[in-house]
């Protein structure tokens, strides 16, 4: 069962009044859900820079979660950022669901950040869902509770004979009905109900009106008209723009550059070098080695200050610099070295041994079938399509941003440690963003921006172009692995060994691998294989790494779910029946917590669960049929994968031309997320998003290095799918389970990358083993 987060005893409802009459609800939690404005960070889940996934530290002051004014309308807080996910949407229905309230009267108004008052102000891990779902329908059932008890005493009539509907409360016997906005006056006055009371008064779900139903984006007309609603729109009084020129290698330093030149130029307000000390110690993804994370810190460069981004941009063009680029620009720091360091590792005794069930050189050898086979993925970057910016305001020692964070406490301690100020003086607006998928946990362009604020004297609007997003990412981290399988005679899986290379501090004990670089212990298919052994090794690397879109789960689940497929093949065996198969395998020991590769947050991977959306992936594709129908040429590939505590099964048609020319036909998608889709059409829209993007990967995507240099800088060579190239057709279901409801905006994307790699095999018996696949001459059709 997913676990709970809720009220207890000392977590309550809070009423206030409101000026001009009405009245607001909040929410009190806890001290076990302490967040914090952290440290250096935001760059963690939950770890260095405090936001974490928790809640307020103590009773705060009244948060206004819902406003009821005398107009009739219910004004309700989203809290959350929102970065295309729909949480801004979603939030407010869980609350207006239980307020029982029609969508058409709400309201949506989004919040500031704001610990103190607000739990969990973040976009990541697909945690929106569960750490809201029950807290947020709290606030909602708790405020109808306390009309319904202010009309019963209104009326002198019993508290079991009031109902509500749209805004109402009603007792039906006297024919009786009164607007909410009617009793807000004798709200303030009441107890608030306890935790226990709100969730005895949660509607049954077949009463829901909101809940379930398909309910449209609430910024969807402003994005359709162009409105000024994103980051990049943010425009305040005297706001200059600003470009910020970092080096060609991480932790560049400057040397020389045009100074007067550059000042001299139009629309040039100032120019200057923002100084700071870069460790030269081996970098090993978000860490200096033997340093704390710096989550997004700040790196030196030039500030170039203009009346418009334009001048600003024009003067950089102009820029002439010299850099020192530090220990990383050797040819060690080359894409190509990296992969040839990494087979002379894999030669090699590993670094350390992650995990070692049984003995499977022993299995190996007295296997009926072994298959042995190298896998490898690239870094990619996130390429949000609005790329980072911030406008900040530093003024009489205190800083303003507006920001498109998805851990936006992150920036608190970023700011303080760099300009000087304590975090209680800074102040942090949540903006819409143009897509995160990870970029955005990371505050770096956020400091940046507040630096140079205090520095030039003005109000700010940093933007990135997007030569400077390509080049100054957190990178999801690429990786090698040497893997070894052995089937039985009966096609049972009997060994698993995977050597498995990556990227961190080599000679660190424990090993120390490079943000989202590391596999845990329990990943599938760990629990179910007898004599499984994970082994792990570390190369240095040049640039940062961090979380994108199902962090570690987006690259393993390729590796997997393809070598599954081989040895399915090896063994004579059905693909599907092969995993389903594997899923009834037992082992000494019951299946142990899904680890950190899987992001399960806690909740052990579940055999039935998985069995159950492969069956019925199986049954929407037709399989057994459809597989034997297929012309030449056309083949089906499976996969399935479990992350952030969802359960996803795909598979993919593709066509695969005689010059390797690829079209996916349809993609089929089956996922067990628990018992409730808040809104189907988002979902909908989450789903098919991310086997889309998941394709875009898969096929073009890398970051390659050259002497510590990224290599790629625009579109042109870091290309993303278009329209044209899209799966036409992506048809997702639900497989519903007795368990509270989890997210879907990064699960549903890791196993489309092996359902089409295993389908272009299925097709052509050509086993791809490496991304992205134009590596191996594919492209689309």
């Not at 869980?94 to 009267?105: G, R």
């Not at 919040?111 to 739990?119: C, E, L, M």
């Not at 005493?153 to 906005?181: C, D, F, L």
């Not at 820029?319 to 990296?338: C, I, K, N, V």
Request: glycine residues 10%; charged residues 20%.
């Amino acid at each position: 069962m997913t676990t709970k987060k809720t009220l207890d005893r000392r977590s309550f409802l809070r009423v206030t009044a409101l000026a001009g009459g009405g009245v607001a609800f909040g929410l009190i939690g806890k001290d076990a859900f302490a967040q914090g404005r952290g440290g250096r960070g935001g760059g963690g889940r939950g770890g260095a820079g405090g936001g974490g996934f928790g809640g307020p530290a103590a009773p705060p002051k009244v948060e206004n979660y819902i406003k009821i004014t005398p107009d009739g309308k219910f004004t309700i807080m989203a809290k959350n950022p929102e970065v295309g996910q729909g949480v801004r949407t979603m939030l407010p229905m869980l609350i207006a669901e239980e307020l029982d309230v029609d969508w058409k009267d709400v309201v949506i108004e989004q919040t500031d950040v704001d610990p103190s008052k607000y739990a969990g102000q973040i976009a990541g891990g697909s945690t929106a869902t569960p750490q809201n779902w029950i807290p947020m329908r709290q606030v909602g059932a708790g405020a109808r509770l306390m009309l319904r008890q202010a009309a019963a005493q209104m009326w002198n009539k019993p508290e079991s004979e009031i109902t509500t509907r749209s805004g109402k409360v009603y007792h039906e016997p006297s024919k009786q009905s009164a607007p909410y906005s009617q009793l807000a006056s004798k709200l303030e006055s009441m107890t608030p109900p306890s935790a226990e009371e709100i969730e005895k008064n949660f509607k049954d779900p077949k009463d829901y009106k909101i809940i379930g139903k398909s309910t449209v984006n609430c910024d969807i007309k402003a994005i359709i008209a162009g409105k000024p609603l994103f980051t990049i729109d943010q425009e305040i009084p005297g706001m200059k723009f600003a470009v910020y020129q970092k080096g060609p290698v991480f932790g560049s330093k400057v040397k020389t550059w045009n100074e007067a030149e550059i000042k001299k130029m139009p629309g040039i307000v100032d120019a200057f070098v923002v100084v700071k000390d870069q460790p030269n110690t081996p970098f090993i993804g978000y860490r200096e080695e033997g340093k704390p994370a710096d989550a997004g810190d700040l790196q030196e460069g030039i500030a170039i200050v203009a009346d418009s981004w334009w001048y600003a941009q024009s003067a950089r063009k102009k820029l002439q610099a010299t850099w020192d680029e530090g220990p990383r620009a050797t040819p060690e720091h080359s894409s190509t070295a990296y992969a040839a360091k990494a087979v002379e590792i894999s030669k090699g005794e590993p670094h350390s041994t992650t995990r070692k069930d049984g003995d499977p050189d022993a299995a190996l050898k007295g296997a009926a079938h072994t298959v042995e086979a190298a896998y490898a993925y690239p870094f990619i970057s996130h390429a949000d399509l609005e790329p980072q910016n911030c406008t900040a305001n530093f003024k009489d020692g205190k800083c303003e941003i507006w920001s498109s964070s998805q851990i936006p406490t992150g920036a608190f301690g970023l700011i303080a440690s760099n300009t000087g100020i304590e975090q209680s003086n800074i102040t942090a607006h949540m903006i819409r963003g143009g897509g995160g998928f990870g970029r955005r946990l990371y505050n770096d362009y956020a400091v940046e921006a507040a630096m140079i604020s205090k520095m030039s004297g003005h109000p700010v609007k940093l933007v990135w172009a997007r030569e400077d997003d390509l080049a100054n990412d957190y990178y999801r981290p690429g990786g090698f692995h040497f893997l070894k399988g052995g089937v039985d005679a009966s096609g049972k899986v009997t060994a698993w060994a995977d050597h498995f290379v990556t990227y961190g501090a080599p000679k660190s004990m424990p090993l120390q691998t490079s943000s989202a670089a590391n596999i845990g212990p329990t990943e599938f298919p760990q629990p179910f294989i007898e004599n499984y052994a994970l082994y792990t090794s570390a190369q240095p690397v040049a640039i940062r790494t961090g979380s994108l879109r199902a962090p570690t789960s987006n690259a393993l689940a390729f590796v997997v779910q393809s070598f599954i497929d081989e040895l399915a093949h090896a063994a004579g065996k059905d693909p599907v029946q092969f995993r389903i198969d594997l899923l009834a395998q037992t082992k000494p020991e019951p299946p142990a917590r899904g680890g950190r590769g899987g992001f399960g947050f806690g909740n052990a991977f579940n055999a039935s669960r998985m069995t159950g959306v492969t069956k019925l992936v199986a049954q929407m594709s037709d399989w057994n049929n459809r597989k034997k129908s297929l012309p030449k040429g056309t083949g089906l590939g499976m996969a399935f994968h479990f992350s952030h505590s969802g359960y996803f099964a795909e598979v993919a048609e593709v066509k695969v031309e005689a010059n390797k020319k690829i079209k996916v036909n349809k993609v089929w998608v089956a996922a067990d997320i628990g018992r409730q889709i808040i809104n189907p059409s988002m979902a909908n829209n989450e789903a098919q998003g991310a086997v889309i993007d998941g394709i875009s990967a898969m096929m073009f995507q890398e970051i390659t290095l050259n002497n510590g240099r990224v290599q790629q800088s625009n579109f042109n060579n870091y290309k993303l799918i278009r329209m044209a190239q899209a799966v036409p057709e992506v048809e997702v279901q639900y497989l519903t389970s007795d368990n509270n409801p989890t997210g879907l905006g990064e699960p549903a994307m890791p196993p489309i990358l092996p359902a089409v790699a295993n389908a272009i095999f299925s097709a052509t018996g050509d086993r791809v083993r490496s991304l992205p696949l134009k590596n191996s001459g594919y492209d689309f059709a």
